[in-house]
């Protein structure tokens, strides 16, 4: 599967950001998805999960009750709506993909198979 991550931008912190990714060659149900951010001169580091149907969704503490994962699955597409961004938000965030039937931990960057290019969003203070 293919992924196309978008959204991406330059705001003011407080302000909010949706973040789309959208999955083509797949069936896109088959995956449960992640979003993971790199700020520079950091690692990779995870930000959301959402199981193939949307049941489960697990968040980082630094983003629990300012971000939220949703996905559509006949529109192929996962969103990360980001609420009440921080300076400390600012990052290349990255959707990826994990086959719901593997074994896998949804915070572990190295269990997804396929990755997004990832979309720049800057928060100024």
């Known amino acids: 599967v293919q992924l196309q991550a978008s959204g991406g931008g330059l705001v003011q912190a407080g302000d909010s950001l949706r973040l789309s990714c959208a999955a083509s060659?797949?069936?896109?149900?088959?995956?449960?998805m992640g979003w993971f951010r790199q700020a520079p001169g950091k690692e990779r580091e995870f930000v959301a999960y959402?199981?193939?149907?949307?049941?489960?969704?697990m968040y980082a503490d630094s983003v629990k009750g300012r971000f939220t994962i949703s996905r559509d699955n006949a529109k192929n597409t996962v969103y990360l709506q980001l609420n009440s961004l921080k300076p400390e938000d600012t990052a290349v965030y990255y959707c990826?993909?994990?086959?719901?039937?593997?074994?896998?931990?949804?915070?572990?960057?190295?269990?997804?198979?396929?990755w997004g290019q990832g979309t720049l969003v800057t928060v100024s203070s």
């Open positions: 959402i199981s193939w149907s949307g049941g489960t969704t």
């Open positions: 060659g797949g069936i896109f149900s088959m995956y449960a």
């Open positions: 990826a993909a994990v086959p719901r039937y593997s074994s896998y931990n949804p915070i572990r960057m190295n269990d997804y198979n396929h």
